[in-house]
Every structure is written in structure tokens, then in C-alpha cells.
């Protein structure tokens, strides 16, 4: 039943999103991650209690909070040096590692971050 009803939701905003030009599917779990899929060519479907996306992202049912369309990603390009210390925060204000970018790309999980430069400067990332 919950598939079904996930299944009219997605239908449903689809054919709302449609009319407006959105370039993402935002999918946020009940733990804060959050997960950016551009909707150019995407196609979802459900497979063993999982959200499957065709870029290979996979989101259990069970721990989807919510999903809504946005229309952009928000900063469009800043250059950062790989060695300089940063903060690296969640979308939710959480910081995850204040090592240098290169030294934590490694270690974070699938989502989208924001990196904070001794500078000032921000950037937002997405790791897929």
C-alpha cells in the first residue's frame, strides 16, 4: 500500500512539476541527508522496499521523509584550493569534517554539502 501511495505522489508531482520548470528532485531521509537527482532523463522506480534512481541512487522507502522539486542548485561556481582547511556542513547547519576538501571527500556519504573556506567563499557540493 505504501508503494502504491509513494507511486501517485511521484505521478502526481511530476505532472505538476511539468508545468513549471524544475531542474531537481530533492529526496530527504529521516536522518537529514539529502539528495539532489537532476529531472532531465530521470526515472525512479521501486524495487525490494527501495527507491531506485536510474543513476544508480538507491534510498530505502522506509527512511524517505519527504521529496520536493527545486529549481536550482543555488551557487554556480567558486574555486577552492584542495589543501586549505574548510568546514564542511550539512544542508541542516551540521558540521561533518573541518579538514581540507580533498582529505574528506573520501569519507562522506552520498548528499549535498556546503564548504566553507577560511576566505569566506562557500561552496555547495554533491556526492554521489
Given at each position: ?9 511521484i ?37 525490494n ?42 544542508l ?37
Amino acid at each position: 500500500m505504501k508503494r502504491l501511495f509513494l507511486a501517485l505522489v511521484i505521478t502526481s508531482l511530476v505532472s505538476v512539476a511539468s508545468a513549471t520548470d524544475y531542474n531537481y528532485l530533492t529526496l530527504e531521509n529521516t536522518d537529514g541527508n539529502m539528495v539532489s537527482l537532476p529531472i532531465s532523463g530521470l526515472t525512479l522506480t521501486f524495487n525490494n522496499g527501495n527507491l531506485v534512481a536510474n543513476d544508480g541512487t538507491v534510498l530505502p522507502l522506509s527512511s524517505l521523509l519527504k521529496m520536493y522539486f527545486t529549481e536550482t542548485s543555488g551557487i554556480s561556481s567558486i574555486s577552492t584550493t584542495a589543501d586549505s582547511p574548510s568546514g564542511i556542513y550539512t544542508l541542516s547547519g551540521i558540521l561533518v569534517s573541518s579538514l581540507s576538501l580533498d582529505a574528506s571527500l573520501p569519507s562522506l556519504p552520498k548528499g549535498i554539502y556546503i564548504v566553507k573556506q577560511p576566505s569566506g567563499n562557500t561552496q555547495k557540493i554533491h556526492i554521489r
